[in-house]
T-cell receptor
Framework: DAGVIQSPRHEVTEMGQEVTLRCKPI?????LFWYRQTMMRGLELLIY????????DSGMPEDRFSAKMPNASFSTLKIQPSEPRDSAVYFC???????????FGSGTRLTVV | KQEVTQIPAALSVPEGENLVLNCSFT??????LQWFRQDPGKGLTSLLL?????REQTSGRLNASLDKSSGRSTLYIAASQPGDSATYLC???????????FGKGTRLSVIA
């Protein structure tokens, strides 16, 4: 298995633009997590899915953020409109359980100017 | 709300030194605790998993201990090497069906 695949690796966009981050989890993993990492706040859980269904989105900072998982092999995190404070590294992870066995992708470094 | 703290935020040691990284958590009712490693520009890789009923786990030069009653865990790295340079994150599993809560990590530099 190629692991968890995220795209793009880097994204630079202007304030106000729509940004879409993509994730392909490991086949067979029931859980998918989106995390955001910054120096100030560390690694924060944004949302997670179980069998393609969103379970907890309380970590999504604002209505500008939305996430979908249309099937077991694909998920997106969308920010519309983007703001400079959204600049961070966004990680996707998948697992068979919620409490162990996480496999992380390499992340998307988002810069909003 | 469970909070996980790692001190120090950064640490620099000479090669060959034994070192300890610290992790503390506010709620002792945890399901498990894990240590991860993150290399620059990469995702996280799991190093050690300690279940709530266990006191420690070992993997090679790494040893992680857990003291639930005091809300603490330590990661001991023996005979450190430059290749150990990375950020080490501690994560707590709160229950069997809630995601991990992460600390901010300790950035370790091992100087040759």
């Amino acid at each position: 298995d190629a692991g968890v695949i995220q795209s793009p690796r880097h994204e630079v966009t202007e304030m106000g633009q729509e940004v879409t981050l993509r994730c392909k989890p490991i086949s067979g993993h029931d859980y998918l997590f989106w995390y955001r990492q910054t120096m100030m706040r560390g690694l924060e859980l944004l949302i997670y899915f179980n069998n393609n269904v969103p379970i907890d989105d309380s970590g999504m900072p604002e209505d500008r953020f939305s996430a979908k998982m249309p099937n077991a092999s694909f998920s997106t995190l969308k920010i519309q409109p983007s703001e400079p404070r959204d600049s961070a590294v966004y990680f996707c992870a998948s697992s068979l359980q919620t409490t162990y066995g996480y496999t992380f992708g390499s992340g998307t470094r988002l810069t909003v100017v | 709300k469970q909070e996980v703290t790692q001190i120090p935020a950064a640490l620099s040691v000479p090669e060959g030194e034994n070192l300890v990284l610290n992790c503390s958590f506010t709620d002792s009712a945890i399901y498990n605790l894990q240590w991860f490693r993150q290399d620059p520009g990469k995702g996280l890789t799991s190093l050690l998993l300690i279940q709530s009923s266990q006191r420690e786990q070992t993997s090679g030069r790494l040893n992680a201990s857990l003291d639930k009653s005091s809300g603490r865990s330590t990661l001991y790295i023996a005979a450190s090497q430059p290749g150990d340079s990375a950020t080490y994150l501690c994560a707590v599993g709160i229950s069997g069906n809630t995601p991990l809560v992460f600390g901010k990590g300790t950035r370790l530099s091992v100087i040759a």
